[in-house]
């Protein structure tokens, strides 16, 4: 070992000295110094003893890391694997790393510092190199250690990296809450619009859902609508203003209308106005059936005579036509007025049928149910011997003068007549209008 050994021959010294030396730790760190001089260490590394009863002084895998993280990157990297991380101090590697960064070695470089970290328990900083290699195996590393409370600052370069599998995580509740990721997304509003436009399938009744209201005025405005109808998470003023400054007239209109009062007149005037749709206006007159809107409609469409028409047709049933026919203006030209006009007879001949069909058949049935209660009114009652007077439970027929005379009601009753309370009714069945009927 003393004498110099020719380049080629170091990696045949250093198996001699795992021969040689064995498990003597002080031989060990002797002989090492002599691979240090020379830069050789890297021929000795494969054979240092790394066993927990034969550890050399950290400082000697220190020194063959050092030694590698200069001329061999990829094999550093390759130790950092196999070595055990208690052989050495981690914090002085990775100090030495930062030290030496190069970027050409970049990929290699900061896999090790992600190992490093995570043999020192830092995951956060960990994730933030496998992050800054784009590594998709961060999520994986994420589930293994269950590193949900490290990720919070971290969701946004996670959804850069792979947005299908970062949303998994985060729409997890039980993983992660969603005030914590709200609050990290503030700084991206596409993307705290993706999640909070997930979360709301998963959670419906979740707290921030009132912040959809601008997301989706921004990155997805035909679920604005729906979302507005669906839920009642959102202060209905707030959503007016952003829709009013967005200039969205049919959500407008929508949220007016829920106001109901003067804001109806208003969104009545906005679909007339902006969005010229008289279906719809007669629609929300419809749905509203508030006088002052149907006026406002007819007072605007004898303005125009080309929705007057539409207005008659649809009106039908709601207001009197006849409102909308005095207001029209003597010489007013309407286009398709005689139409309208025949259709709307029409309808109310049809109304008129309707009506005589249903009288002529309650008069028949009321005919029918008569001559039943007549039929039923006719017919005889008999009185034997084995009946008994209701009031007094004696035989109703008896050879005694006083009680030869006998009522009898329509229920079946009998009474003798001294028995009788009342005529009015059959004690029995307290029946009031039961009629009596005297019998000899
Ligand atoms: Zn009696
Ligand atoms: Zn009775």
């Known amino acids: 070992m003393e004498e110099a050994f020719p380049l080629y021959r170091w990696p045949d010294a250093a ?91 970049a990929n290699e470089l900061l896999e090790s510092l992600a190992l490093l970290y995570s043999y020192q328990g830092d995951y956060e900083s960990a994730l933030r190199m496998y992050l800054k290699l784009q590594n998709k195996d961060v999520f994986e590393l994420i589930r293994r250690y269950e590193l949900y409370n490290v990720i919070s600052k971290l969701i946004i370069p996670l959804i850069n990296l792979d947005r299908e599998r970062a949303f998994k995580i985060l729409l997890d509740r039980s993983k992660i809450k969603p005030e914590v990721v709200v609050h990290q997304l503030e700084n991206n509003q596409e993307y705290l619009f993706l999640y909070l436009d997930s979360l709301q399938k998963v959670n419906s009744n979740n707290i921030f859902q009132h912040k959809l209201v601008s997301l989706y005025a921004k990155y997805d405005r035909t679920k604005l609508l729906p979302f507005l109808r669906r839920s009642k998470e959102y202060v209905i003023q707030d959503a007016l203003a952003i829709c009013k400054r967005e200039e969205f007239y049919p959500e407008m209109v929508y949220l007016l209308g829920c106001m109901g009062g003067v804001e109806a007149a208003e969104a009545l005037n906005i679909i007339i106005h902006r969005i010229k749709d008289v279906e719809m206006a007669i629609e929300f007159c419809k749905e509203h059936d508030d006088n002052d809107l149907w006026n406002t409609l007819i007072d605007e469409s004898t303005k125009q005579p080309e929705i007057i028409t539409k207005v008659l047709d649809g009106i039908v049933d709601f207001v009197n036509p006849e409102v909308v026919v005095s207001k029209i203006k003597m010489g007013q030209t309407i286009p398709n007025l005689r139409k309208s006009v025949i259709n709307m007879l029409w309808h109310y001949n049809i109304q008129e049928e309707l009506l005589f069909t249903a009288l002529r058949m309650q008069l028949d049935d009321y005919f029918e149910t008569h001559s039943e209660v007549v039929a039923l009114h006719r017919r005889g009652q008999q009185v034997s011997y084995n009946q008994c007077c209701a009031q007094c439970q004696c035989p109703i027929l008896m050879k005694n003068d006083n009680f030869n005379s006998i009522v009898g009601f329509k229920c079946g009753h009998m009474y003798h007549e001294l028995c009788l309370l009342s005529n009015d009714y059959c004690t029995e069945c307290q029946m009031w209008n039961s009629q009596p009927t005297e019998v000899e």
């Open 15 to 105: 198996r001699l000295c795992l021969r040689m030396l064995g498990n003597n730790k002080a031989l060990w760190e002797e002989e090492v110094f002599k691979f240090v001089k020379c830069q050789r260490l890297r021929s000795v590394s494969a054979y240092l003893p790394t066993s927990e009863d034969c550890k050399l002084d950290p400082h000697v895998y220190e020194m063959v890391l050092y030694e590698f993280l200069k001329f061999d990157v990829k094999g550093f990297l390759n130790l950092i694997k196999e070595w055990p991380f208690q052989l050495y101090n981690g914090l002085a590697v990775i100090n030495a790393i930062h030290d030496n960064f190069r970027k050409q070695d």
